[in-house]
């Protein structure tokens, strides 16, 4: 990974997710290959984004905006760290360490927000590192806040859990009512 690094680097910058990161491996992949194969070799950075966009090559997301963003932020310095020959081969090396990189599960009663996903990989980024990812896993559950797993230990902070552990004392309150 080490000759990869400024590349992973630049990935994960404000990538979240191990989902996002290899969307956007794709993404990359698909864009290079229009850089090298599909178009002509003045083309300017801006001019293929724009044929990127319009191009039926481009399915990665619904949300084309932010995708397109993404490649725009790499900017071309990014691309030009790649050759026709062998970015298959340094983009399959990426893959591979952004599989090997830790992941922080968390898992939520339910679904966030693109919106909401995007500050939390910011505070995940600002207090554990660039190089970490998470995933989100619904879990209908849990009641009242999370549960998360870091290393394969599993911790659960919801309300369901805190019931959990105070049920007798729970009990023994609400008989101790009149009925």
Known sequence: MEQNKDIFDAILKNTYTRKQALKRLGLIKDFLNLLFFDLKPDTTF???LNDFEQSLIYKHSADQSSELKFL????A????QFEPQTFHIKLAALEKDLLSVKIITLYLPFELPEVEVDKLGSWFKKNLGNSSLFEINLDP????????????????????????VNQEQIEKLLTSFPK
Do not use: H, M, P, W
């Open 46 to 48: 801006n001019q293929a």
């Open 72 to 75: 725009e932020n790499l900017g």
């Open 77 to 80: 310095n990014f691309f030009k």
């Open 141 to 164: 559950n849990l009641i009242g806040g999370t549960a998360i797993s870091i290393n394969g230990v599993y911790k659960d902070y919801s309300l369901k859990q805190k019931i959990k």
